[in-house]
């Protein structure tokens, strides 16, 4: 038959709408759940990576539904902040490589692109379009609380959130460092970055070394190895300016100047000298005003510190290898009119270094090019005298003290005596989304979130310890970045966004005002009904009242214009759906979005209302790499679906990967689980109409008890969101029973009977129940054909009380049976005519018993349990046949945990009905073979080779003839 994906997908998303299946309202009756998935940046189309958040967190909104619960699942749109902005900006500046993309890979149109240049065109195109798709997808979402960050009531939302968290003194002015785009005069976090980069940086002491009354500043990590310097390097061919710095005459590198700007010194340049001029100069170290000699290295990077090196051979690799160069270097020597003979002064020793510790520290070093060597040793080096040094008596009054001690004494002492001042410097080069180079900035007078804040800590580290984090290895993570964040510029001077209520030139940043949204969308219902007629009127009352509880309805409703039933009854949709109860996104907002998310919610609710579940997935490679644009493999979601189907694309995503690997899109799982679906097409076809007829056969219980098992345990990998062992169960491991059941009702050729087709029925209406989550449009249909008149929704999780051991054992039992048999046939090489199978004597079944409980027990020492045996007039008999015993706990211990604890609460169990049930089977199998069951101890039994003493519980003997 075939199936036309594309009506059916139409049917069902316009059905669902009809229907209002996704619409949730508050009913006290019924237990909430709420499910968000972080709201996208409409500045490009959906890709099959994207689709991933989104189908894991609908999977998960789905699977609750089934469950019982009145799940809320909702969506809005990220207008504000750069991304958007900066993506209009490079249309209009005629960014080659970005309409390429938008050419080549989304087939976007010239006229549709010229569009662009206006940020919100871009905005609102790609919010149709990428909300389209979530619709194609299937995704179960209550469109009624849709929103945009620039609508007004969303404003005036951020605005109260912006207020609450100044009156509780959580937001400061101040001057901190930040990275900083120089062409927008702007903060970057990573939202703004080229390729997602959160700009990290360092802070170094610059120390003033002096000529006369010019300083000449070095940047350094160890302001303790001041006192092991010899030299200072330059590079001979950079240029350096002398600069007035808030009044003091500085010498630096041209680079080095400019970044001095950016950290608000007042700079002027008063004249330029080539790095060689200083060569041979003799210098002061502050410190102990020794004098130093200025030497060329051309290692030396303008662009790097201050472009000036202090160097310290003695614990420095690089510095000391420098130094054993150029001394060897005669010819450099002579150009530069200098005798290169300082020695390393060697101020800390260490455990395990004696003489100079850079040499040793290269020559352990592991043999590599140089430059890796002398990094290697630097940071071996570092460590090791950080944590094992004490300073020598050089150091002065440091001596004989550890390194890890005096390390900030000497940093304070010499900044309070004027010898240093600070620097801080990228840590990788970071670049705008508008292209430009970032820098640092401190910025002053900016306002900031004080993530910094201890008592703030505190409460965001206990939100972490009661919540759900899914997967667990992700709670360490988040606790890290929590203790790591300090303080956040929250606004900025340029992009989409609410205005900063207390001072209108700032517009507030795109990773501030995505916080505490959740809330918003039990709002939005009623502004999207026009219930909120006059927006200009909210004022903070309205959402202290809606959202804190605080206030008086009557008073609101006067105050913002809205009447007072309205008022409570966003109050009451409020404190119905919060707090959010799975909150989904990647792995990649761990750092930002989703610390933030906790760390607002925990300074604006109370305890009740902070969030229960974080969901964190990796990201979707396809084919094994790396989804980019050079390797053209980017395929878009629309595209994708009307390809190979909205639940194909659901179920390969989802089934390739546990929630924190990346998952493997391939063309491969495409196609296996396209037949998949199609095979449930053709078997709905088969068993639509028939009537149900209860089970009969022991097989017909099985598939009842199988079912019921499966139902549960998906239940159980589904409760712990594990997607991968879910669908495996539903698609894969049910099949093999189904194809179980198949051989058997065929064997006994009653495959066409209604108890079976029954059966068969069942199977499918159980197995698409538990596939609805995950592929709904197949579901739904397929409920449909088998003639339900209700959503699968309604249908509900499967329910699994119908377990029947004893069905179980008779079918585990044969199918071993059978393997067994196989095995002595593929050893003997014979086509039999004959299957002997002998049962255990009665005697040998309590003697089984006994040796499984003392197993299921931990017992598992033969002699102990040998006496055990012997003591008992009961198993006694044993005696005759150690070797029995032995068997029969080997059995045991290979047998599955499932099935040792099924036979010990079986008690009785009647080894020949099952096998003579099977025997139909066992005959088919075995072409045509005539298959006798006989007991053990059953004198009349037919035992030519006297194999029947070999029989034991739940592992017949086997003859073959
Ligand atoms: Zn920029």
């Not at 009624?144 to 100044?166: A, G």
């Not at 990077?301 to 001394?327: F, I, R």
Request: hydrophobic letters at 40%; one cysteine or more.
């Amino acid at each position: 038959m075939s199936v036309d994906w594309r009506e059916i997908e139409e049917k069902w998303v316009k059905r669902w709408e009809q229907q209002k299946t996704f619409e949730a309202d508050p009913d006290p009756s019924r237990k909430k759940y709420f499910v968000t998935v972080a709201y996208p940046y409409p500045n490009s189309p959906q890709h099959i990576g994207h689709g991933r958040t989104y189908t894991l967190a609908d999977a998960h909104a789905r699977y609750m539904r089934m469950k019982g619960y009145n799940v809320l699942f909702t969506m809005g749109f990220h207008y504000t902040g750069t991304p958007i902005l900066g993506m209009s900006r490079r249309v209009a500046a005629g960014d080659q490589d970005l309409i390429d993309t938008f050419h080549n890979v989304y087939k976007l149109t010239d006229d549709v692109i010229s569009t662009f240049v206006e940020p919100i065109k871009i905005a609102s195109y790609f919010h149709s379009e990428i909300k389209q798709g979530m619709k194609e997808m299937g995704y179960s979402m209550d469109w009624r609380r849709e929103f945009t960050t620039i609508d007004r009531m969303y404003s005036k939302f951020i605005v109260w959130q912006f207020n609450t968290l100044k009156k509780k003194g959580l937001i400061v002015q101040g001057s901190h460092p930040v990275g900083w785009c120089p062409r927008d005069q702007n903060p970057v976090s990573q939202h703004d970055t080229m390729g997602d980069v959160e700009p990290d940086f360092t802070e170094y002491v610059l120390v003033k070394f002096r000529r006369g009354n010019v300083v000449i500043p070095s940047a350094t990590l160890r302001p303790e190895t001041i006192f092991g310097v010899t030299n200072m390097w330059v590079n001979p061919d950079a240029e350096y300016v002398e600069v007035s710095v808030d009044g003091e005459k500085w010498l630096v590198s041209k680079e080095a100047a400019r970044k001095l700007e950016f950290l608000n010194r007042d700079v002027k340049i008063e004249k330029t000298i080539k790095g060689s001029e200083m060569v041979g100069w003799e210098i002061t170290n502050p410190l102990n005003n020794a004098p130093i000699v200025v030497y060329p290295a051309s290692f030396v990077e303008a662009d790097s510190g201050t472009g000036v090196v202090m160097s310290v051979p003695a614990h420095a690799p690089h510095d000391y290898q420098a130094l054993a160069d150029l001394k060897n270097n005669k010819a450099l020597q002579q150009k530069f009119g200098i005798a290169v003979s300082v020695e390393p002064i060697v101020i800390i020793e260490s455990e395990g270094y004696s003489s100079v510790p850079a040499a040793q520290a290269i020559e352990k070093a592991l043999p590599g090019p140089k430059e890796d060597k002398l990094e290697k040793a630097t940071s071996d080096l570092y460590s090791h005298e950080f944590y094992k040094g004490k300073m020598l008596a050089k150091a002065g009054k440091y001596a004989g003290r550890p390194v890890a001690e005096i390390k900030n004494e000497v940093k304070e002492e010499m900044s309070r005596a004027g010898m240093t001042s600070v620097m801080y410097e990228l840590n990788n080069p970071v670049r705008c989304r508008c292209g430009a180079e970032c820098v640092v900035k401190l910025l002053s007078n900016q306002w900031f979130l004080n993530y910094g804040d201890k008592g703030w800590k505190a409460l965001a580290h206990e939100c972490i310890q009661k919540m759900d984090v899914v997967p667990q290895d992700i709670r360490q993570e988040f606790d890290y970045v929590i203790d790591w964040l300090r303080e956040r510029a929250c606004a900025r001077k340029s992009g989409l966004g609410t205005k900063l209520p207390w001072d209108q030139e700032w517009i507030i940043e795109s990773l501030s005002d995505s916080v505490i949204y959740m809330a918003y969308y039990t709002i939005a219902k009623f502004v999207n009904a026009g219930a909120i007629p006059d927006i200009d009127s909210i004022g903070d009352s309205f959402f202290d009242y809606v959202l804190l509880g605080q206030g008086d309805a009557e008073k609101v409703a006067r105050e913002c214009k809205i009447q007072k039933q309205t008022v409570e009854q966003v109050r009451n949709e409020f404190s119905y759906f919060y707090p959010v109860d799975s909150r989904h996104s990647g792995r990649d907002l761990v750092p930002n979005h989703l610390s933030f998310f906790i760390f607002n919610h925990v300074a604006i609710f109370g305890r009740e209302m902070w969030p229960r579940q974080v969901v964190v997935n990796g990201s979707v490679l396809m084919e094994g790499k790396k989804m980019s644009k050079s390797l053209g493999n980017i395929i878009p979601l629309r595209a994708a679906i009307s390809e190979h189907g909205a639940d194909t694309i659901r179920l390969a995503i989802l089934v390739s990967a546990e929630i924190l690997q990346d998952a493997d899109f391939s063309f491969d799982t495409v196609r296996g689980i396209r037949s998949k679906l199609f095979g449930m097409f053709d078997m709905a076809e088969r068993v639509k109409d028939v009537p149900t007829v209860a089970p009969e056969e022991v097989e017909d219980k099985w598939l009842a008890s199988r079912l019921a098992r499966a139902s549960s345990v998906t239940a159980e990998s589904m409760d712990r969101l594990r997607v991968r062992e879910s669908i495996h169960h539903i698609l894969y491991l049910l099949e093999q029973d189904l194809q179980w059941y198949e051989k058997r009702v065929s064997a006994k050729g009653r495959q066409d009977s209604p108890v079976v087709l029954s059966a068969l029925a069942g199977y499918l209406k159980t197995q698409v129940r538990m596939l609805a989550p995950f592929a709904p449009f197949t579901a739904e249909e397929l409920w449909e054909r088998l003639g339900n008149k209700h959503t699968i929704a309604q249908a509900g999780w499967p329910e699994s009380s119908s377990v029947d051991m004893g069905a179980e054992e008779s079918e585990f039992l044969l199918q071993s049976l059978l393997a067994d048999i196989q095995s002595i046939v593929k050893v003997t090489k014979m086509e039999s005519k004959k299957i002997v199978i002998y049962t255990r004597a009665v005697w040998k079944e309590p003697a089984y018993r006994m040796i499984l409980s003392n197993v299921l027990q931990g017992k598992t020492n033969f002699g102990e349990n040998m006496k055990q045996l012997i003591a008992n007039p009961e198993t006694a008999k044993v005696k005759t046949d150690p070797n029995l015993v032995k068997k029969m706990q080997d059995d045991i211990l290979s047998a599955p945990v499932e099935a040792r604890e099924r036979r010990l609460k079986l008690g009785q169990f009647d080894e020949a009905a099952a096998i003579s049930d099977g025997a139909s089977l066992i005959a088919k199998e075995f072409a045509g073979a005539e298959v006798i069951v006989n007991a053990e101890d059953d004198p009349a039994r037919y035992d030519p080779k006297g194999k029947a003493k070999f029989a034991r519980p739940f592992k017949p003997a086997v003859y073959l003839e």
